[in-house]
């Protein structure tokens, strides 16, 4: 069963935006280190971009730089993802992740992450 959960996700035409929020499903937990990650059809799942609030550093993929924000809240336990100017190819299931631990900042592979969402689907028209 998924341990976050993702809600904003929708249909937006190409230069639409939309906002993205994850928190946990149910025990709530504290995390400093939680991300994004894509998966359209046929494809590989997809590193988007993290965030380590405890040392304010953010990393993002370079197929969303300059578009894309990742914020997040320790205290709610919550992470954003606010995406602005949307491309038919950043249609996507869109998926939380949150990492309980770690020795350094920020972490960007799948395997790295402990705990994950079911995905929010995000559909980009052309």
């Known amino acids: 069963q998924a341990q976050l959960v993702e809600s904003g996700g929708g249909l937006v035409q190409a230069g639409g935006s939309l906002r993205l929020s994850c928190a946990p499903s149910?025990?709530?937990?504290?995390?400093?280190?939680m991300g994004w990650f894509r998966q359209a059809p046929g494809k590989e799942r997809e590193f988007v971009a993290t965030?380590?609030?405890?040392?304010?550093?953010?990393y993002y993929g370079d197929s969303v730089k300059g578009r894309f924000t990742i914020s997040g809240d320790n205290a709610k336990n919550t992470v954003y993802l606010q995406m602005n100017s949307l491309k038919p190819e950043d249609t996507a299931v869109y998926y939380c992740a949150a990492k309980s631990s770690g020795t350094r900042a920020l972490y960007f592979r799948v395997y790295e992450y402990d705990y994950w969402g079911q995905g929010a689907q995000v559909t980009v028209s052309s």
């Open positions: 965030i380590n609030w405890r040392f304010g550093s953010t």
């Open positions: 149910e025990r709530t937990f504290s995390s400093s280190l």
